[in-house]
């Protein structure tokens, strides 16, 4: 058993600022007052322990006592995407069946759901009292995340108490917690690497300053005030920022200590970038079955080990499946997810108690992990293996190159070739671009094809969709 987290933590500290937004700002006794007071008129609403809630909404405070609110009822909560379309949301409401929706605005949507209230209504409602579990059982569900679908149809993640503990406790024992820590959110809390910092705020006793979206001057202005210290992002959040920092000859101050980068390998042109401008990037490595984080590059490597995802963090292990050096990526540890739900309920995700991840990558003679691609987006090309991670780096070392995609399209006599998607920063030619790239990569990797587009098809947390590059051609 583990004790009920936010009241733990408002009895803890009760005067520590919890979330800050805009201007605004809430201590944790005041969000624990506010998500009790939520829980309350849910009950009133019919809403019951153990009934799973499907929630929509963007990130805000008002989402946050939302979330915490159910928890307090003891609810399992579906995270459902906000930029998905009305079938992919859909089909996710199908297959997690959810008890009840909730979303923040009916406006926004015209979902057909038969037990749906928006967040004003569930206030409007009255307050009717119910027994506050003291301790929760490490086993409940707290929360559902749909994976991406890379190949083939989402799969509703089961996510467990235990799963966010254990990862929280792994990146504290790694990162270190101090008193003056305070996290920058601008990914979705319906993804994992949002809510994960959503629990970590109350199981740390951390600061959270919270964002609707990722704007990099924004961003830019907030850790240059002096308030935050860490945040998390991908690649070309990153790359964004670096972009301003640039344009303005500014870098990151002392008070800053990391930005956490997952989501798929980071360029290294971004890293040395990064290096300039005093912003230390921390690769990372983890998943929707993970709970977020599994391995993480400390800060001590961050320079000698440039490009690698770090080590496992305390409580996780990794292996390698494959009877060569590199091979598909292999996870265990007490966050790992123990199931999914709807149509994928009957699989299970663990193999000898092994998770595999889908992810290729290999693990260097001390132990490091380097992730090098999807297994589902590898391109084989005359028997040879070409990663579109490795591709995209050589394009974005180019001075005209802002962000570059790669996908494999079927071949005659290859099999597959690689096309490149780009999205340019500078002009440049595609005849100028081939040059550059017979410099970088042996022939067989080099882009048949070039397209240049306006911007890269992503999902909610930013990571690109190369199953969609062919789609970008006809919306530019």
Request: aromatic share 8%; charged share 25%; net charge negative.
């Amino acid at each position: 058993m583990y004790p009920n987290l936010l009241i733990k933590r408002a009895s803890l500290t009760p005067d520590r600022v919890a979330i800050r937004f805009n201007e605004q700002e809430w201590t944790f006794a005041k969000l624990s007052e506010k998500a009790m007071g939520f829980a309350e008129k849910l009950h009133t609403k019919g809403i019951e322990k153990g009934m799973r809630i499907a929630i929509l909404s963007s990130s805000n405070p008002t989402l946050v006592v939302v979330l915490h609110g159910c928890m307090q009822l003891g609810c399992e909560l579906v995270m459902l995407n906000e930029r998905l379309s009305e079938e992919e949301l859909s089909y996710q409401l199908a297959d997690s069946a959810p008890d009840y929706l909730l979303v923040d605005d009916h406006t926004k949507r015209s979902l057909s759901f038969t037990k749906k209230f928006s967040f004003g209504e569930i206030e409007n409602a009255e307050r009717s009292f119910f027994e506050v579990e003291k301790e929760w059982s490490k086993e409940r569900t707290v929360t559902i995340m749909y994976t991406s679908g890379t190949t083939g149809r989402p799969k509703g993640v089961r996510q467990s108490l235990e799963n966010h503990v254990m990862s929280a406790t792994g990146s504290a024992l790694n990162l270190g917690v101090h008193p003056n820590d305070c996290w920058l959110c601008t990914m979705p809390l319906f993804h994992i690497s949002g809510f994960s910092i959503l629990m970590r705020s109350v199981y740390y006793g951390m600061t959270i300053n919270l964002q609707s979206k990722f704007d990099a001057e924004a961003a830019i202005k907030e850790i240059l005030s002096g308030t935050v210290t860490r945040m998390s992002a991908v690649a070309v959040m990153l790359e964004r920022m670096l972009t301003v920092l640039e344009s303005k000859d500014l870098s990151f101050p002392s008070t800053f200590q990391s930005v956490i980068v997952g989501g798929g390998p980071v360029p290294s042109n971004y890293l040395e970038r990064a290096i300039e401008r005093n912003i230390p990037v921390l690769q990372t490595y983890g998943m929707t079955e993970t709970a977020s984080q599994t391995t993480t590059l400390a800060s001590e490597d961050a320079i000698r080990k440039l490009g690698s995802a770090g080590k496992p963090l305390f409580f996780a292990d990794v292996r390698i499946d494959g009877d060569e050096k590199i091979g598909e990526i292999c996870i265990k540890g007490p966050h790992v997810t123990k199931g999914y739900v709807g149509a994928a309920e009957m699989i299970n995700p663990l193999v000898d108690g092994w998770l595999h991840t889908g992810d290729i990558g290999y693990l260097d003679d001390e132990g490091y992990l380097f992730v090098i691609d999807r297994r589902s987006d590898l391109i084989i090309s005359g028997g040879e293996n070409i990663y579109p991670a490795e591709v995209e780096q050589a394009l974005v070392k180019h001075p005209a190159v802002k962000e570059a995609g790669v996908s494999g399209k079927q071949d005659d006599k290859w099999g597959q070739v690689p096309v490149a998607f780009v999205v340019l920063k500078d002009e440049a030619s595609e005849e100028g671009l081939r040059a550059f790239m017979k410099k970088q990569l042996a022939t067989y990797k080099q882009p048949v094809d070039y397209y240049f587009v306006d911007q890269l098809p992503r999902n909610g947390s930013n990571k690109l969709l190369r199953r969609e590059l062919f789609n970008s051609i006809k919306n530019t």
